[in-house]
């Protein structure tokens, strides 16, 4: 499990002892760690983000995102404050998201091979903790991670905790939440079908003779 907190645009981390951590890199806006659990000695990788709030600034981490991505052979696990929504909903307040940049955030997240994990708690994740009108809440905090490290981890969930003393709430990272603790519904991931042998467990699976509605 992980605590993972932005506060005053610094990376803040905590982790319990159930794994190992070596930090490879560590900058403003990165640190790329490799992560060992103690328990199976799964290893992968993850790179904990600090998105730039400017956008010529937050090009420069999307390629640096990308880098990682095209460079780790692991599991990959990416997560923090990314500075930009990914939708419109992800947004309460203020001037609507500028469509060109929610398109570039889609883009790295496609280019990357990573996919939006599943989490509990509020949905928008910062506010600018303002009155009225100026009033503004984002989903900025999130938790990405390619096909090898959701197979790894296929009872993880992000727990959004509520935010004290800063603007942003902590995300925690569980990697093995019982299914009964969350009512965690059957989710069909899309990178099922590039496995080699998917097309033939479906077509075994249908062609099975059954009692009632085939369905």
Known sequence: MWILKVFRGVLALWWNNDVDLDVEMVCK????????GKSNRNIWATTFIYGCPGR?????????IRRFARSESLPWLCMGDFNQVLSGSDKVGGHY????????????????????????????????????DKFIMERLDMAFANSKWRELHDKA?????????????????????PLNKVGKPFRFESFWVTEEGCKAVIQESWSLIMDGSIM
């Open 29 to 36: 806006n990165f640190m790329h760690t490799i992560v060992t």
């Open 56 to 64: 010529a600034g937050r090009e420069l981490v999307w390629e640096k």
């Open 97 to 132: 998201p500028n469509q060109n940049l929610i398109s570039s955030f889609h883009e790295l997240v496609s280019d990357c091979g990573l996919v939006d994990l599943e989490f509990k708690g509020p949905k928008f994740t910062w506010r600018n903790n303002r009155s009225g």
């Open 157 to 177: 969930m992000v727990f959004i905790e509520p935010a004290i003393g800063s603007d942003h709430n902590p995300l925690i990272l569980n990697t093995d939440v």
